[in-house]
């Protein structure tokens, strides 16, 4: 079975595709939305709130549109870099290519902050902490909106891929792994967690069961 080619988009505008109320945008009408799960419950938890995700690329970066449903929307994240998903609600997004070793980690929050981490290794230890992971600028640009009348949040990212991997990784279509996951945090319960990866023990690190999808050339790098 072939592996799904994500669309390539000729430009990315985060304020245009934000001034649409029901996405995706037309742009992105070829994209295929990923839907966030509980895999490795045997069904999911009461407080499970459905989401999904676009994945797209440009010629030079990747963009990316989540809409969480959440009636609850909270974060008290205040500077990049803050652990976000102990301060309330955060999307995470880990993203690798295949023929490299490592991998990165973004995270948005409902206000707008932001985490970037970037992992050596699959599997590199993490029982002393992730501070040695974190990258000092954010290596990628979001829009987070909360729109707690309607009941949900949204974020836009545009992802730049030359910062992630060298231009000789760009120039032909390559494979990629992705996946996208959430905290859904509330008053009075521990925060609700899914993934639009089939994961089959709780951990989103689970590397090897991220999936794979073929990228067009970025011809930015050609």
Known sequence: MSLPLIPQLSRADLDEWCAVSHWPPLAWAAATPLAFA????????ANFRPGQVWLASTPDAFVVLAELQDTDIVTEGKRHNDPLWDLGDTFEVFLRHTARPDYHEFHVAPNGVTVDLHYPRLHAPRDRGIEQYLLPDPHFSSRAMPEADRGRWRVAMNIPVAPLVPAEFLRAESIWQFSFSRFDCGPGRAPMVSS???????????????????????????
């Open 196 to 222: 639009t990866t089939p994961h089959q023990g709780a951990g989103f690190h689970r590397a090897e069961e991220w999936l794979q999808f073929r990228v067009p050339a970025f011809t930015a790098h050609a």
């Open 38 to 45: 509980q895999t490795w419950l045997p069904q999911p938890d």
